[in-house]
């Protein structure tokens, strides 16, 4: 049975989504898995959206261990971290804290959902940290935004949704497992003609994320976002593949560039489409 450590500061709606898919799929005996402890860099009062995934956890009965990055900085005067400035020294820190407060549980795999802190050197050696990204192998790396522009600037054929070990450096680490998408197809050309004779920044600055392509192309996304984590979950506890000491194997213990799971992401799609329209 696979044990997992769950993180997440659960700004957004996505994570209790997240943390109830597998929740979900674990009570069903789907996956062969437990839920051993969930970390949150916010405490109780910190933020409603975290606030009421704090009460799942709790209804899920799942151990609950609470520690406010704010309070850390503010408490000791530091200054917030901009997007892109290495990490300072006194994160590690912070991380050194974390892991104290999780040494009473043990797991085989910490799942990064919806965690909005770059953790440093210090944890990513401590534990094996999964961590989704929305690109493929290869594909464009930084936040789901800018990930976006980047294949609608390049014209891209094809986008997908990763899960790959967490390394300090961000969105670089070895893939684990991964699904791809076309982004071609009826429900895209049309837009794509759209964009014919039209510059990304031109889009930004008039249409924003409104515009149709980038609306179509995460839609698609986040449609893969919840089964890619219950899938890459039960293909660790399954066996189908692993890590050992940093690096992604198959059952065989092979290295691999991370375990192609579309047909199985496809397959779940189908399902859920076919369930709705009953």
Known sequence: MLRIGWFSTARGQTSPKLLGAVYGAIQRGYLPARIEVVFCNREPGEDPNTDR???LVGSYGVPLVCYSYTRFRRERGLPPV???????????D??????RLL??????????????LIVSDVMCQAYPLLNLHPSPPGGPVGVWQEVIWQLIAVKAERSGVMI??????VDRGPPVAYC???????????????MEGKTVPAIRASEGEANPLFQEIRRHGVA????LVVETLRALALGRVAIREGQVVDES?????????????ERVLKSEAQEGGV
């Open 224 to 227: 893969r976002e919840l089964p």
């Open 164 to 169: 790959h070990l967490a390394t300090p450096e």
């Open 94 to 99: 912070y991380d050194r804290e974390v892991m």
């Open 180 to 194: 791809v998408y076309s982004l071609r197809g009826p429900s895209f050309d049309p837009l794509w003609r759209q």
């Open 82 to 92: 901009r997007q892109g400035d290495p990490l300072p020294p006194w994160r590690r």
């Open 53 to 55: 995934f704090l009460e």
């Open 103 to 116: 040494s009473p549980y043990s797991f085989d795999v910490g799942m990064l959902a919806g965690y909005m």
């Open 253 to 265: 213990g092979s290295p691999i560039h991370g375990l192609d799971l579309t047909e199985e992401i």
